[in-house]
């Protein structure tokens, strides 16, 4: 094995996640909920409109709109992600956001710290990486079970990296 094979085998991950929040309705759901609630709105700004309380009609087609640009923004933030690897080198954190900017941690494992703020009631409410005088969240958009499985086996690979030295 030649020294820059090792090297190739060194920088293989122990754990590698991506991280993706969670969004319940589907494009197919998305497009039922605008359907169904354009319909309603639409029958109900027509009779009161034609009834001649013409400013409800207002408000309704204004409601809807309010709902298709909040759905929209939902959907939006959903294209967020973070990948995670934790290697012998290094841990490494990548925060992509809706936009597609993404933005870069390192981490030394060996002198980096992983914090978890849990709550008796909810469980994990926030998890960092800290390290070298420098920190980041991790997956603050995850739901609390997400959360609970994320940091069990972030905190095995760090504790295997650990123990490898």
Not at 47 to 59: N, Q, Y
Request: charged share 20%; with cysteine; aromatic share 14%.
């Amino acid at each position: 094995m030649t020294e820059s094979n090792a090297h190739i085998v060194e920088e293989r991950p122990v754990f590698a996640a991506e991280l993706t929040p969670y969004r319940s309705l589907g494009r197919t759901g998305f497009k039922l909920v605008l359907a169904l609630s354009g319909a309603v709105c639409a029958f109900y700004g027509i009779f009161f409109t034609v009834t001649g309380a013409w400013p409800i009609g207002l408000f309704l087609g204004a409601d809807f709109l309010l709902l298709y640009f909040a759905l929209k923004m939902s959907y939006r933030s959903g294209r967020q992600r973070e990948e995670v690897s934790v290697s012998q080198t290094h841990i490494l954190i990548r925060k992509f956001s809706p936009t597609g900017r993404m933005i870069e941690h390192r981490f030394n494992p060996f002198w980096a710290r992983f914090r978890i703020n849990r709550h008796e009631e909810f469980g994990i409410t926030s998890m960092f990486v800290s390290g070298e005088g420098r920190a980041t969240d991790v997956g603050s958009f995850l739901n609390p079970d997400d959360r609970e499985s994320f940091a069990n086996a972030f905190r095995n690979a760090l504790a295997t990296v650990t123990r490898r030295l």
